[in-house]
């Protein structure tokens, strides 16, 4: 006669599920903490315990099934918690990491939660690997210098001028992008109090010869009318 091992009593195996998602969530989370991001410690574990929380009582409730319905409510609400650490400065984007961290510290708990600790194991140590051992090879490609021509991006070009010079001055930077070959995609006018306004042309071009849009926007600035002329690149995803 073959015995087959006890099940364990639910409360039991909820907390092995939590304990897990804490321990697990700890880890990611002091990762973050250690390197001073916007959702720390405490936000990694609440995460990876809440989402093995609602997974392990969607299994108590209604199995398997109940269990794959409240994982994907975890993943479309993790993805609004993410989106609250996400900052732009400027044309700079902060806290792409930190979110896809509370995004992977969910899938984490959700592991747990469905009573598979290994899997729950392999998925933190990955994060983690994400996270720190990339980092060195982050940080020589970003040493390397970066060719404008190469990379896909957006680019502005922007010339400042008074209110009343908006109409000519849009005319003029548009007619000088397209004689250097770069088409224009829209151009927004954005005020900049009572004494001038900032006329903003945004290329079709996803990559340039920096060297070109050097010589129109000096080019522009010598004109009449133009107070400053510059332009700038924002990287795409």
């Given at each position: ?66 269990a ?98 908006a ?16 088409p224009?995609g ?46 700038a ?5």
């Open positions: 006669m073959v015995l087959l091992p006890t099940p364990l009593p639910e409360p039991v195996n909820s907390a092995i599920s939590l304990v897990v998602a804490f321990v697990l969530g700890t880890l990611i989370g002091a990762e973050r903490q250690y390197r001073q991001r916007t959702a720390g410690l405490r936000t990694a574990v609440l995460v990876a315990v809440g989402a093995a929380a609602f997974v392990d009582l969607g299994m108590r409730l209604t199995g398997a099934e109940g794959t319905r409240t994982v994907a409510y975890v993943i479309s609400g993790i993805g609004f918690l993410g989106a609250g650490v996400i900052m732009k400065e400027g044309m700079n984007v902060r806290g792409l990491n930190t979110a896809a961290t509370l995004w992977c510290s969910a899938a984490v708990g959700a592991f747990a939660g469905a009573d598979l600790p290994l899997e729950a194991l392999f998925v933190a140590v990955a994060v983690l690997a994400c996270n720190t051992l990339l980092r060195p090879l982050v940080n020589a490609i970003n040493r390397f210098p970066i060719d404008e021509s190469a990379t896909e991006a957006t680019y502005e070009v922007q010339v400042t001028t008074a209110p009343g010079a109409g000519p001055a849009q005319d003029m930077l548009v007619e000088r992008l397209e004689a250097a070959g770069y224009v829209g151009v927004a006018v954005e005020e900049r109090g009572d004494a001038a306004v900032d006329v903003v042309a945004t290329l079709i071009a996803s990559a340039v010869a920096a060297k070109d849009l050097d010589a129109v926007v000096a080019a522009l600035a010598t004109q009449p009318g133009i107070r400053h002329a510059t332009w690149v924002q990287t795409g995803d």
